[in-house]
């Protein structure tokens, strides 16, 4: 499975932005697609996680109330929708799956930049 994420960017502090994550390859075994980030410094982190079945959603704390998971199986997109956006979310933001046999597949990141 390859993964692709885009959207990333410069925004100032209460914008928004949504990331997209295209899935390629044997896609048939998904079972979880997530969001993960890592800020400068900082471990990755998990960020928010979708269902395949049934389209069950979580979120970090950190997130939640500002953040959306989607996805479109017909597209084999993901998305992550950012509102209000802080400083301390600036981080490089990944996609990663999860399949049935649970293995695991890593995008290669989209910056996100927040202004104060």
């Known amino acids: 499975v390859q993964l692709v994420e885009s959207g990333g960017g410069s925004v100032q502090a209460g914008d928004s932005l949504r990331l997209s994550c295209v899935a390629s390859?044997?896609?048939?075994?998904?079972?979880?697609m997530n969001w993960f980030r890592q800020a400068p410094g900082k471990q990755r982190e998990w960020v928010a996680t979708?269902?395949?079945?049934?389209?069950?959603?979580n979120y970090a704390e950190s997130v939640k109330g500002r953040f959306t998971i989607s996805r479109d199986d017909a597209k084999n997109q993901m998305y992550l929708q950012m509102n209000s956006l802080k400083s301390e979310d600036t981080a490089v933001y990944y996609c990663?799956?999860?399949?049935?046999?649970?293995?695991?597949?890593w995008g290669q990141g989209t910056q996100v930049t927040v202004s104060s």
């Open positions: 990663n799956i999860v399949t049935v046999e649970t293995h695991e597949y």
């Open positions: 390859g044997s896609t048939f075994s998904i079972y979880t």
């Open positions: 979708i269902r395949i079945g049934g389209g069950r959603t």
